[in-house]
């Protein structure tokens, strides 16, 4: 029967070092738990400190991005548009007023030069000579053209 004593020592033995070890394994994982915590709340802290208001800004300059990109966008059209209505005008304004001015003016210089040309020609012309200038005239013929 001295062995069963052993064996009950045995089995105590076993039994408290099973007790421990359960002991032990408990109190690591409430300290994994507890700490779990502690680092979530600093976690939690640092992100309500630092990380929401640098979120905000960036959001905030984000969408001040896109209202200005926006307002260049329709600027832009508005320019586009501006610069098509102001072309289309002067093409109208060139066709209506600029051309005829433009005729009129070589009309007077055309007038001009050719009374002061013939002023000249009648100056230089001798009496009884034909009036006009020489090699000006159609002198007929078709020797000019080819058969």
Known sequence: MSDLGNLTTWVAII????????????????????GYRRIAAQVEAIKSEYVAPLTARAHAAIENVEDMVGRVRRADEEVREAIHRTSERASRVAGKLLWPVIGLNRGIWTAITSFVAGYRDDRRTPAGAPAGRAGMAYQGGTHHVRS
Do not use: E, N, P, S
């Open 15 to 34: 039994a408290v070092a099973t007790g421990l070890q359960t002991l032990l394994l408990c109190g690591i994982a409430l300290g994994a738990y507890l």
